[in-house]
C-alpha cells in the first residue's frame, strides 16, 4: 500500500504535471531550436524586434496561453506560462520579453477584466498577433511607488482626457518611429487608479522616443510613450472607475512569477554551456572539470537551478489564475530565481574564462539579460519590502 | 479513405543509452520516450494525404505498455482524428506486433496502412513487410521524394506520396538514387527520413487532442497469436571509441588509414 501512494506521487511531474503541459513542453522544444534560438544573437546585437517570430508564437497558439477558450485561448494555467518563459528564455530572453509584455501584461490581463464588448473586438487580434499590446504603469518619476502615478483622466461627455507620460514601456515601440497597437494605461481619476484601453492612433498618442542602448534583453523594444490630451472613448475604460489597483496587483503576480520563469531558462542554458565546456576544456593536462574551484561553480550553479526550479513550479501549481493575494510568493520566487540566475550567469562566464566574454558563447548576453530581472516587475527591494510587510502580517504563511 | 499509422513509444534518440550489465536489456531509469521519429514522419504524411483529399480519417494504433498513451496524444495533438491502444506489458516480437495490426486494420476496414520504415529502439524493420504478406497488399518500403527538404511543395505541405485513382505513386529510396512506384490501394507503405519535415503540435491542437478518443484494447481481447518467435539472448554496447590522434604529415595520414583503419 505504502508502496503505492509513493509510486503515483513519484511520478507526479511538477514541470509537466498533464499531458497538456507536456506536449506544449514538447512543441515548444522544437519551436525554440528550430526558429529562437538561430535569431537570438542577430536580433539581440540589432537591437530589433522580430515581428515575424512574434507573429509564428501567434500561429503556435502561445499569444492566448491563459485565456480562456470560450474567449478564444488556450485556458491553460500559471504552470504553462512559466513553462512556456522557461523555454523561450533559455534560448532569447529578449524575444521572451517582448512575448511577456503582450501575452502576460496586455492579453492576461484585459482577458480577465475586459468587458464581453471590449474583448469582442480586440482580443482576437492580440492573440493572433496581428496587434501588439503592453502595460503601462511605470512612468518617469514613479517606478516603485507606483501609487504615485502622476498620469490623470478627465470625463468628458463620452470620452476621458487623458494626460501624462509612461516610461520603460516594453513593446511601446515596434521600431524607431510606430508604436505598439494597443495598450492598458493606468491613470487616477480623482485619486484612484483606473485602467484605459488606447489603440495606435488615438488623437493625442504620441511614442515619446524609443529608448536605444539597453544593458540586455535587447531584442525587445522599450519606449516611453505620450499622453497629451489623448482622446479615449468611454467604452475603452476597462471595468469601473477606480476600481483598478486590485487588477493592477493581481496582475503583478502572474507578471512576477513569469519573469522568474526567465530567471530559470536563463540559468539553466547556463548549467548546460557550463557544463559542457568543462568536459572539453584542458588545462595542465586535464578537463577543467578536474578543479575543485571549476567543481564548485558546478555544483553550486545545480543546487541553486533545482531550488529556484522547484520553488517556481511549486507557486506556479499553487496560483489560482482568479484569485487575489499571492503575492509573497510571486515576490519570493522572483527574488530567488532572479539572484541565482545572475550568479549562475557569472559563474558560466568565469568557467569559460576569456571565450566566456565573447558573444559567440551566447553567457555573456544571458548575463547582460539576467540582471533584468532583479529591476523590471519590481526591484528586488520592493521584494524585501512586500514579502516582509506579508510575513508581519500573517506570520502563519510560513508554516504552510 | 481511411488511413491507419503506427505509432511506437521508444527512447528519445538524444537520450544516452546504457545496457544492463547483465546484457538482458537496457536500463530504463529516467529515461525519455518520444514517437518513433519514423513513425512521426507517418504521421505527417497521413495529415497531409488528409489535408489534400478532404475526406480520410486518420486512425493511430499502436502495441505496448499504457504510457504509449503519451506518444498518441502527442499524435493526437499534431491532428489524427483517433487512436487505438493496444496495451501489452510483455516484450512482443515483430511478427506478433504484425499480426495485431493485421487484425486492426481488418476491424478498421482502413484503405492504407503507413509505418515507419523501423523503429529506432531495435531496428528490425520488418513489421511493415510482415503486416503487407499477412493482409496479401502490395507493398512499397522506404518512401521518400524527389523534392528536397528545403523546397517549396515541402514548406507548401505537398504529400510525397499521391494517391490518384485507385492507385499510389511512391518514391522510394534504393542504393544510389531513387526509384518511383506504382501500387493499386489498399496497400502498406512504410517511410523514410526524406520524405517530409513532421509538424510539431500547436497550442489549439494541443487543447483539442483532450478530447479526442484514444480507445484501450487489452491484447488477449483480440485472439491474436503473440507467442515469441525469436529470443534475444543479449545485448553489447557498440565499443567504446577511441581517442583521436594527430598525425605529422599526409603520408602518415594515408598509411595510418590504410594500415591501421583499413579504409583506403
Ligand atoms: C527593460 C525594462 C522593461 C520594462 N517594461 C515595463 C513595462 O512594460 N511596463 C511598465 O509599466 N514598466 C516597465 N518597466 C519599468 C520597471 O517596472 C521599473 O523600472 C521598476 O519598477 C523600478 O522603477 P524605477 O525604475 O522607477 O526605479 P525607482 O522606483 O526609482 O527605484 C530606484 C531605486 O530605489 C529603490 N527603492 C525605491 N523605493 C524603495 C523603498 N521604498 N525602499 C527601498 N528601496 C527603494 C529601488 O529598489 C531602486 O533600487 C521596465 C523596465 C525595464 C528596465
Not at chain 2, 583521436?244 to 599526409?250: D, F, L, P
Request: charged residues 25%; proline residues 3%.
Amino acid at each position: 500500500m505504502h508502496d503505492d501512494i509513493s509510486a503515483a506521487w513519484r511520478s507526479f511531474d511538477l514541470h509537466a504535471p498533464t499531458d497538456e503541459h507536456r506536449l506544449l513542453a514538447e512543441t515548444l522544444q522544437t519551436f525554440v531550436a528550430q526558429e529562437v534560438e538561430p535569431q537570438a544573437a542577430q536580433y539581440n546585437r540589432e537591437e530589433r524586434f522580430n515581428l515575424a517570430l512574434f507573429r509564428r508564437a501567434g500561429d503556435l497558439g502561445l499569444l492566448g496561453l491563459t485565456v480562456s477558450e470560450s474567449d478564444g485561448g488556450a485556458g491553460l494555467d500559471a504552470t504553462a506560462a512559466v513553462l512556456v518563459h522557461e523555454a523561450l528564455s533559455a534560448a532569447d530572453p529578449g524575444f521572451c520579453l517582448a512575448y511577456l509584455a503582450h501575452a502576460v501584461l496586455f492579453v492576461h490581463n484585459f482577458a480577465r477584466n475586459g468587458s464581453a464588448a471590449q474583448k469582442e473586438r480586440v482580443l482576437s487580434k492580440a492573440i493572433s498577433g496581428e496587434w501588439i499590446g503592453g502595460m503601462c504603469m511605470t512612468e518617469p518619476e514613479a517606478g516603485t511607488d507606483v501609487l504615485g502615478m502622476r498620469s490623470t483622466a478627465v470625463r468628458q461627455g463620452d470620452h476621458y482626457i487623458l494626460n501624462g507620460r509612461k516610461m520603460f514601456i516594453t513593446n511601446g515601440a515596434i521600431d524607431d518611429r510606430t508604436t505598439g497597437d494597443v495598450f492598458l494605461v493606468y491613470a487616477k481619476t480623482d485619486s484612484k487608479i483606473s485602467t484605459f484601453l488606447v489603440e495606435k492612433g488615438f488623437s493625442g498618442f504620441s511614442l515619446g522616443q524609443r529608448l536605444h542602448d539597453k544593458l540586455g534583453v535587447r531584442a525587445s523594444m522599450t519606449a516611453e510613450l505620450v499622453f497629451d490630451n489623448c482622446v479615449v472613448p468611454v467604452s475603452n475604460l476597462i471595468g469601473s472607475e477606480g476600481e483598478s489597483s486590485k487588477h493592477m496587483m493581481r496582475n503583478l503576480e502572474i507578471e512576477r512569477l513569469t519573469l522568474a520563469g526567465m530567471s530559470l531558462g536563463i540559468a539553466l542554458r547556463c548549467l548546460e554551456v557550463m557544463v559542457g565546456y568543462s568536459n572539453e576544456r584542458k588545462t595542465f593536462g586535464v578537463p577543467i572539470r578536474e578543479h575543485g574551484q571549476i567543481q564548485r561553480h558546478i555544483a553550486e550553479s545545480y543546487s541553486e537551478f533545482r531550488a529556484a526550479r522547484c520553488y517556481v513550479y511549486d507557486v506556479a501549481r499553487r496560483l489560482d489564475l482568479s484569485s487575489f493575494g499571492n503575492r509573497v510568493d510571486a515576490d519570493g520566487a522572483k527574488l530567488f530565481a532572479a539572484r541565482i540566475a545572475k550568479e549562475i550567469a557569472d559563474r558560466a562566464i568565469q568557467v569559460l574564462g576569456g571565450y566566456g566574454y565573447m558573444g559567440e558563447y551566447v553567457v555573456e548576453r544571458l548575463w547582460r539579460d539576467a540582471k533584468l530581472i532583479e529591476i523590471g516587475g519590481g526591484t528586488v527591494e520592493a521584494h524585501h519590502k512586500n514579502i516582509t510587510k506579508d510575513l508581519c502580517r500573517a506570520p502563519e504563511l510560513i508554516r504552510r | 479513405m481511411k488511413i491507419l499509422v503506427t505509432v511506437k513509444r521508444v527512447p528519445d534518440p538524444n537520450a544516452s543509452i546504457k545496457v544492463k550489465p547483465d546484457g538482458t536489456g537496457i536500463i530504463t531509469d529516467n529515461l525519455k520516450y518520444v514517437v518513433n521519429p519514423f513513425d512521426e514522419i507517418a504521421i505527417e504524411e497521413a495529415l497531409r494525404l488528409k489535408e489534400k483529399s478532404g475526406g480520410a480519417e486518420v486512425v493511430l494504433v499502436s502495441v505496448g505498455s499504457k504510457t504509449a498513451q503519451e506518444q498518441l496524444r502527442t499524435g493526437l495533438a499534431m491532428g489524427a482524428d483517433r487512436a487505438i491502444l493496444v496495451v501489452a506489458e510483455q516484450e512482443l516480437d515483430s511478427l506478433a506486433v504484425a499480426r495485431i495490426f493485421h487484425k486492426l486494420v481488418q476491424d478498421e476496414k482502413a484503405d492504407l496502412v503507413l509505418l515507419g520504415k523501423q523503429a529506432i529502439d531495435d531496428d528490425a524493420n520488418q513489421t511493415g513487410q510482415m503486416l503487407a504478406a499477412l493482409l496479401g497488399w502490395p507493398q512499397a518500403t522506404f518512401a521518400s521524394k524527389t523534392d528536397s527538404l528545403e523546397s517549396e511543395a515541402e514548406k507548401s505541405g505537398t504529400p510525397g506520396i499521391q494517391i490518384s485513382g485507385g492507385a499510389a505513386k511512391v518514391v522510394r529510396e534504393v542504393d544510389g538514387g531513387l526509384e518511383t512506384l506504382e501500387l493499386p490501394v489498399p496497400a502498406v507503405i512504410t517511410v523514410d527520413l526524406r520524405l517530409n519535415v513532421p509538424r510539431y503540435a500547436s497550442l489549439p491542437g494541443i487543447m483539442k487532442a483532450r478530447k479526442k478518443e484514444l480507445k484501450e484494447l487489452a491484447i488477449d481481447s483480440l485472439g491474436v497469436d503473440v507467442k515469441p518467435k525469436l529470443k534475444i539472448l543479449r545485448l553489447d554496447p557498440p565499443p567504446k571509441r577511441q581517442a583521436g590522434r594527430k598525425v605529422g604529415s599526409v603520408q602518415e595520414l594515408v598509411q595510418a588509414l590504410h594500415n591501421e583503419a583499413k579504409v583506403i
